[in-house]
């Protein structure tokens, strides 16, 4: 199969319609895996103060 074959190719537009719904979905994904309030909960105390002082 040949990859420049005429019915292979998309527009621009249909490219970027694709990668923004792929990008869309990875957004939620992530989101939904790193949720904010779980990861503010599990992380240590602030220690307070500069270190460098």
């Known amino acids: 199969m040949n990859r420049n074959s ?5 527009t621009r537009k249909e490219a970027m319609k694709k ?3 792929y990008a869309a979905l990875t957004a939620m994904g992530t989101f939904l895996i790193l949720n904010p309030k779980k990861a ?3 992380s240590p105390p602030d220690p307070g103060g500069n270190p460098f002082d």
């Not at 005429?6 to 998309?10: G, V, W, Y």
């Open 40 to 42: 503010h909960a599990s």
């Open 19 to 21: 990668m923004g719904r």
């Open 6 to 10: 005429p019915q292979n190719k998309i």
